[in-house]
């Protein structure tokens, strides 16, 4: 179901460290991988006059390109296709690309500028999560030393809804490796319903090796307990729910945002 991947790279070392956790989706059955970036002229010229916007925009379309043939070289296991550099908004052009393209999957890697400015400026990973309508693989920098293990132990949010069922799916395909899943599901004030427990009973015996966690509370604060006492190594969450977790956009961004391990974000 995930062959083929957009990888948008600002040739940052987050960037780099994020070509390690892409060699670990073989695992999982991508054979192609699609490099690109995109310029963005704000941060190019800045508050500068007097530039040849033009002459600087080919100046660095072709230093880019350059960057771009190094990427792929960390990645040559793979299929490697390398998308022309683009002018505009990053996480705008990423998610138009990945529509031209027809990816399966956008990974992106995510900075660690600190949680303030990630809420008061925003992030080209936060941007892709909320314009994409292709699934999106975060990977956060903090993560790497997990990364040989990417899939060892997997987080699943589960909430009834239906991008939860269908996050299901690409679940399975990461439990090919032999992965444990944790069937996560953080409940409103008051009691499970016994409707309700039977179905996240029946869901667990899809699995191999998995397990029920249910917890009480703020639904992000829930779950990021759950993958650091747990020892998850992914986080697999959709972009919808019900109940407390109707506000599962923005319990999605809060888990980005403040995750240490890679988030996968299903979109419908």
């Given at each position: 179901?995930?062959?083929?991947?957009?990888?948008?790279?600002?040739?940052?070392?987050?960037?780099?460290?994020?070509?390690?956790?892409?060699?670990?989706?073989?695992?999982?059955?991508?054979?192609?991988?699609?490099?690109?970036?995109?310029?963005?002229?704000?941060?190019?010229?800045?508050?500068?006059?007097?530039?040849?916007?033009?002459?600087?925009?080919?100046?660095?379309?072709?230093?880019?390109?350059?960057?771009?043939?190094?990427?792929?070289?960390?990645?040559?296991?793979?299929?490697?296709?390398?998308?022309?550099?683009?002018?505009?908004?990053?996480?705008?052009?990423?998610?138009?690309?990945?529509?031209?393209?027809?990816?399966?999957?956008?990974?992106?890697?995510?900075?660690?500028?600190?949680?303030?400015?990630?809420?008061?400026?925003?992030?080209?990973?936060?941007?892709?999560?909320?314009?994409?309508?292709?699934?999106?693989?975060?990977?956060?920098?903090?993560?790497?030393?997990?990364?040989?293990?990417?899939?060892?132990?997997?987080?699943?949010?589960?909430?009834?809804?239906?991008?939860?069922?269908k996050l299901r799916d690409y679940v399975k395909i990461f439990t090919k490796v032999g992965s444990e899943v944790l069937i996560t599901h953080v409940i409103e004030k008051g009691e499970l319903e016994e409707e309700k427990l039977a179905r996240?009973?029946?869901?667990?015996?899809?699995?191999?090796?998995?397990?029920?966690?249910?917890?009480?509370?703020?639904?992000?604060?829930?779950?990021?307990?759950?993958?650091?006492?747990?020892?998850?190594?992914?986080?697999?969450?959709?972009?919808?729910?019900?109940?407390?977790?109707?506000?599962?956009?923005?319990?999605?961004?809060?888990?980005?945002?403040?995750?240490?391990?890679?988030?996968?974000?299903?979109?419908s």
């Open positions: 179901m995930i062959k083929k991947i957009l990888f948008p790279t600002d040739f940052s070392e987050a960037s780099e460290i994020g070509t390690e956790a892409i060699k670990k989706l073989k695992q999982i059955g991508v054979e192609e991988v699609l490099l690109t970036h995109v310029i963005d002229l704000n941060k190019i010229i800045g508050p500068v006059s007097g530039i040849d916007i033009p002459a600087a925009i080919e100046n660095y379309e072709k230093e880019s390109l350059e960057n771009l043939k190094k990427f792929a070289e960390n990645i040559r296991d793979f299929n490697v296709k390398i998308i022309p550099v683009r002018v505009g908004d990053p996480a705008s052009t990423i998610c138009k690309i990945a529509e031209e393209e027809n990816v399966d999957m956008i990974a992106i890697p995510s900075h660690s500028k600190g949680l303030l400015a990630e809420i008061l400026l925003g992030s080209v990973s936060e941007g892709v999560v909320k314009k994409s309508r292709k699934p999106v693989f975060v990977i956060k920098f903090d993560a790497r030393k997990k990364f040989d293990d990417l899939f060892r132990r997997i987080l699943y949010c589960y909430d009834f809804s239906e991008n939860a069922n996240l009973k029946i869901i667990k015996e899809e699995f191999e090796n998995a397990k029920i966690i249910l917890r009480e509370g703020v639904p992000y604060k829930e779950i990021l307990k759950v993958a650091e006492e747990m020892n998850a190594t992914l986080i697999t969450i959709g972009h919808s729910g019900e109940g407390l977790l109707r506000y599962l956009g923005g319990t999605s961004y809060n888990v980005i945002r403040r995750a240490k391990i890679p988030v996968f974000v299903y979109k």
